[in-house]
């Protein structure tokens, strides 16, 4: 019996999709896995969740959603910096972040939690005041993870499901794992993009324990797979 099946995938950045690109473009046996791709704003990735098979999620959705992480073609980094647009009197510090439940917001307003005495209001078009960056800057937010976690990545994007069964998530971790491999050596993405490893795992953690802390997440519930 030949083995097909079409998943619909919610992504929100070019970036995340460079693990699957190999298997997207059947550069490897895709072993009855197809894609229907689907774009949307990384705020509306929440209301998506049940409509589809697989979606990126940024890590703050683990408080609002019980996700089954699958630990291949996750988006992870290595660098993270906060850099400056310019100085202004505005009471409020406007960050320039993908969506106000990214990862990278939630990290700036854990690790680095006010600026000038100004809070920091995420915003995702429009005029802003700084930026996130993974290509250098004026603060090196990465090096403010390492002083809490130590030397681990920084997990931003994990690929999730909420419909997949134990069974379709361990067949698709065969060609993810593939898929993501050739990646590496083609795109230069992260290691751990491949497979999360002990970590990825433990920047999982870190992040949960840190935004616990700080009184932003609760009840944060996920399977890892």
Do not use: H
């Not at 050596?185 to 324990?209: A, T």
């Amino acid at each position: 019996m030949i083995f097909y099946v079409k998943l619909k995938l919610a992504y929100s950045r070019d970036e995340e999709l460079k693990p699957l690109i190999p298997l997207i473009n059947n550069e490897i046996d895709n072993r009855g896995f197809e894609f229907d791709l689907i774009k949307v704003k990384e705020d509306d990735i929440k209301f998506v969740v049940n409509d589809v098979d697989l979606f990126f999620s940024p890590l703050p959705l683990f408080s609002f959603l019980k996700l089954r992480v699958i630990t291949n073609a996750s988006f992870v980094v290595e660098s993270l910096w906060l850099r400056l647009k310019g100085n202004n009197s505005l009471s409020a510090f406007r960050l320039l972040v993908p969506g106000s439940n990214s990862t990278e917001y939630y990290l700036i307003k854990m690790l680095y939690p006010s600026y000038q005495q100004r809070n920091i209001v995420p915003v995702t078009k429009g005029e802003y005041d700084g930026e996130v960056s993974y290509e250098g800057g004026d603060i090196d937010i990465y090096q403010m993870w390492k002083e809490g976690c130590g030397d681990l990545p920084i997990v931003i994007k994990v690929l999730s499901t909420i419909k997949l069964k134990e069974e379709e998530i361990d067949r698709l971790k065969i060609v993810l794992r593939e898929s993501a491999s050739k990646a590496i050596k083609e795109f230069g993405i992260s290691q751990y993009s491949k497979e999360l490893g002990l970590k990825g795992r433990k920047s999982l953690e870190c992040f949960f324990s840190l935004c616990k802390k700080k009184g932003i997440c609760i009840n944060v519930s996920y399977e890892l797979f």
